[in-house]
């Protein structure tokens, strides 16, 4: 069974950094890409990053290129988002997802940027 | 950047009903789209990739069609169970980019 577990949420200031990662199981990781994907508080879905399987290839949208840097650690089977010079508007459930397309999702992790 | 126009932002169907949800991109995406259903407090689950292609375990009701700029997703059967919002996505190039939503209800 495919499962993606994310960590690290919390609340940090506008300006601080913060770290999420996800572990990935059920697959072999470094088969895929992964990508993660966020959800404003009562709003639409905006993704966020995706790496290749070497992890060698990344791509952003303008929102955060620049702010955050998406990784994986193929031997640990997991996948990390740094965040940095937080944003209120980077505030967000973040999902770890599998693949390009998102064929699976982790449950979710929350992070709020607020002083 | 390929902006997704869905429509309608929400819909109220009942029991049993056919209902269609619209998305128009803004340049040909070549069938590269995929829709997702949210439920409330849940992640979003993919239901069709490819503009057609239904994941495995999705119920046969629904369905994807479109090429180009212009696709739909169907429910040929509205079920409680459907009730959430749906989401297109392509995934043709970066950045990848959602539709807004329609949120579907039981009427």
């Known amino acids: 069974e495919v499962q993606l577990v994310e960590s690290g949420g919390g609340l940090v200031q506008p300006g601080r950094s913060l770290k999420l990662s996800c572990a990935a199981s059920g697959f072999t990781f470094s088969d895929y890409y992964m990508a993660w994907v966020r959800q404003a508080p009562r709003k639409g879905l905006e993704w966020v990053a995706t790496?290749?399987?070497?992890?060698?290839?990344?791509y952003y949208p303008d929102s955060v290129r620049g702010r955050f840097t998406i990784s994986r650690d193929n031997v640990k089977s997991s996948l990390y988002l740094q965040m940095n010079s937080l944003k209120s508007e980077d505030t967000a459930t973040y999902y770890c997802t599998r693949e390009v397309l998102s064929d699976y999702w982790g449950q979710g992790v929350m992070v709020t940027v607020s002083s | 950047d390929i902006q997704m126009t869905q429509s309608p932002a929400s819909l109220s169907a009942s029991l049993g009903q056919t209902v269609s949800i619209e998305c128009l991109a803004s340049a040909g995406i070549s069938n590269n789209l995929a829709w997702y259903q949210q439920k409330p407090g849940k992640s979003p689950q993919l239901l069709i990739y490819?503009?057609?292609r239904l994941q495995d375990g999705v119920p046969s009701r629904f369905s994807g069609s479109g090429s180009g700029t212009q696709y739909s997703l169907k429910i040929s059967g509205m079920q409680p169970e459907d009730e959430g919002v749906y989401y297109c996505q392509q995934v043709y190039t970066y950045p990848l980019t959602f539709g807004s939503g329609t949120k579907l209800e039981i009427k």
């Open positions: 490819g503009a057609s």
């Open positions: 790496i290749s399987t070497s992890g060698l290839t990344t």
